[in-house]
């Protein structure tokens, strides 16, 4: 385990169609957070987990979006019926808990979205 | 609310001479800085944190609460500094988890 993962690291869609993505954390990071990034912004947060708890949503995750995270360990974040709009590089990224020395959020590599 | 502000969104600068980028934050509480890069190709990844009040490849940033900045500095730039850099915040050991991130400015360091 060297990283954060994420799969696909790629997806092209048509409008209207579900897509998921999966992200496997550092080990014993129990801490898990999703960030979406659009062309020329930096990344934006989109909610994140203590173990299985999700502990909370930002306002850009509409209905149409859900975040999961099991067993503590793997999360997947699932778009339905996606939109334009939606292109986007989603990041997700995990941190140990503890003191605020350990603070820092290791990124994975991003799996680019591109909706037709 | 809190906001981070990255005011260049391009930077050249000749290898040698001093860097510097700006970032200016608004946060009600006590916040957390950091600066994120992210070279070609590659994933995001700490560069440095106020916290700590590390020097890393030769980088500095010191928290001004009063003028609520958190510029990044170096001395002599390097080519390999060429990157798209972040500035981001967080709400602290007992505020938001969350980190708000600046639009980032893309340091390019001309030989």
């Known amino acids: 385990d060297t990283g954060v993962s994420q799969d696909p690291r790629h997806k092209i869609t048509k409008r209207g169609q579900n897509v998921t993505f999966r992200c496997d954390p550092i080990s014993e990071h129990n801490r898990l957070y999703w960030y979406r990034q659009t062309l020329g912004q930096g990344p934006e947060f989109l909610t994140y987990?203590?173990?299985?708890?999700?502990?909370?949503k930002s306002r850009l995750l509409s209905d149409r979006f859900s975040a999961e995270r099991p067993k503590g360990s793997f999360s997947t974040l699932e778009i339905q019926r996606t939109e334009q709009g939606d292109s986007a590089m989603y990041l997700c990224?995990?941190?140990?808990?503890?003191?605020?020395?350990?603070?820092?959020?290791?990124f994975g590599p991003g799996t680019r979205l591109t909706v037709l | 609310a809190q906001r981070v502000t990255q005011p260049e969104k391009l930077l050249s600068v000749f290898k040698g001479a001093p860097v510097e980028l700006k970032c200016n934050y608004s946060?009600?509480?006590?916040?957390?800085l950091f600066w994120y890069v992210q070279y070609s190709r590659q994933r995001l990844q700490l560069l440095l944190r106020h916290i700590s009040r590390e020097s890393i490849k030769g980088f500095t940033a010191d928290l001004n609460k009063g003028e609520t900045s958190f510029h990044l500095k170096k001395p002599f730039a390097q080519e390999e500094d060429s990157a798209m850099y972040y500035c981001?915040?967080?709400?602290?050991?007992?505020?938001?988890?969350?980190?708000?991130f600046g639009t980032g400015t893309r340091l390019t360091i001309i030989p």
């Open positions: 990224a995990s941190r140990a808990a503890g003191t605020p020395l350990s603070n820092e959020q290791f």
């Open positions: 987990f203590q173990n299985e708890a999700q502990l909370e």
């Open positions: 946060y009600s509480g006590s916040p957390e």
């Open positions: 981001a915040l967080s709400g602290g050991w007992f505020g938001n988890e969350k980190l708000t």
